[in-house]
């Protein structure tokens, strides 16, 4: 594998249920992140890590809990989600938070659809 | 509110043309900016970075920052079919404290056409 992986790619659930999103980079990078794109919306910063550290909560929602065990993991737990939070979620890795052009690398993105 | 605003577009340009991509920005201390590329239903991947006024060129694509007028912008020249995609703008600050801070404009959608 390389880059920014996601899993799943789709995921469809209902109100009530549990789920978990997964990032893994294979990039050796120190920062990672979490993205909200939604239709027609600007995409929305959701959380920020740096060497394991939160660093960034953007004001998100409860239902919405992020986990970070190391430094190449990055995971969004989601439980009692609204039919609004359907979007595209995207994950995204940099080498370390404040390094001028701190490129961002994508991966391919979780579409979720809530019921 | 810090805002960093695109003109959403279409913005269609003929091939072989230069298509300019713009974007403002309001808060005074942002220090990075990305221009990004998203193809439909991809994820975004960066064309350029540039913090410094003035301009910064990249093969076909330069990037002009003027802070004093809070204004950057994208400038695709001999543009191609494969040119066609949203353009993002993203905007943070310089440093570990602000660097979290990253916004995003809505994207211009550009379309090259033949």
């Known amino acids: 594998e390389t880059g920014v992986t996601q899993t799943p790619r789709h995921l469809v659930m209902g109100m009530t249920n549990k789920k978990s999103l997964k990032c893994e980079q294979h990039?050796?990078?120190?920062?990672m992140y979490w993205y909200k794109q939604s239709a027609k919306k600007p995409l929305e910063l959701m959380f920020v890590?740096?060497?394991?550290?939160?660093?960034e909560n953007n004001s998100v929602p409860s239902r919405f809990s992020p986990e970070c065990p190391n430094s190449s993991h990055l995971f969004l737990h989601l439980h009692t989600l609204q039919p609004e939070d359907s979007a595209l979620y995207l994950c995204?890795?940099?080498?370390?938070?404040?390094?001028?052009?701190?490129?961002?690398?994508f991966g391919p993105g979780t579409r979720l659809t809530v019921l | 509110q810090k805002e960093v605003e695109q003109n959403s577009g279409p913005l269609s340009v003929p091939e072989g043309a230069i298509a300019s991509l713009n974007c403002t920005y309001s808060d005074r201390g942002s220090q990075s900016f990305f221009w990004y590329r998203q193809y439909s239903g991809k994820s975004p991947e960066l064309i350029m970075f540039?913090?410094?006024?003035g301009d910064k060129e990249d093969g076909r694509f330069t990037a002009q920052l003027n802070k004093a007028s809070q204004y950057v912008s994208l400038l695709i020249r001999d543009s191609q079919p494969s040119d066609s995609a949203t353009y993002l703008c993203a905007v943070r600050g310089l440093g570990y404290s602000s660097a979290s801070k990253i916004i995003f404009g809505s994207g211009t959608r550009l379309s090259i056409r033949p």
């Open positions: 995204a890795s940099s080498q370390e938070l404040g390094l001028a052009g701190d490129e961002q690398f």
């Open positions: 540039i913090y410094s006024n």
């Open positions: 890590y740096n060497f394991k550290e939160q660093t």
């Open positions: 990039l050796g990078h120190n920062a």
